[in-house]
């Protein structure tokens, strides 16, 4: 990989390769972009929309998905401005330090959210929470948190 750049792929369950992904932070822009490329060849940018890079957002087939990252290790997933799902990773018990509890609204939107949150999650260390994210205050609120 380039200087700055990282990567990942995501496998089904016949351990073939989906999709591969590749973030990089584009300089001159000020923009994480995240390049998704299928197993068909097919390039897809989830692109940060903001300079917190709290929020992303990609169009697929004429549907643009965003995932907005609030307080509390929790984000949102939107499919043309409705909720679809709710990921939270805030458990405190040391039993499910490495769960990650979904909610879905359909679950054929299983595949993208998954995606998406994959892309947020490369690069990503728990070695100081401080060092991920400096403030609180700078997250998206949660304008409909689900229980």
């Known amino acids: 990989m380039d200087f700055g750049k990282f990567g990942s792929e995501v496998f ?8 591969s992904i590749t973030k990089k932070f584009k300089f001159w822009k000020w923009k994480m972009v995240f390049t998704i490329k299928d197993n068909k060849e097919n390039v897809l940018n989830l692109i940060s929309q903001n300079n917190r890079k709290t929020i992303y957002s990609i169009d697929i087939n004429e549907i643009t998905y965003e995932i907005k990252t609030h307080y509390k290790k929790k ?3 939107f499919k043309n401005g409705t909720k679809i799902a709710e990921l939270d990773e805030s458990f405190s018990n040391e039993n499910f330090k490495e769960c990650i509890k979904l909610q879905l609204l359909d679950k054929k939107d299983l595949e993208i959210c998954f995606l998406l949150f994959s892309c947020l999650k490369i690069g990503d260390t728990e070695q100081s929470s401080k060092a991920i994210l400096t403030s609180q205050k700078q997250l998206e609120p949660n304008q409909e948190p689900w229980s």
């Open 12 to 19: 089904n369950s016949e351990e073939k390769i989906i999709y």
């Open 75 to 77: 984000k949102s997933i």
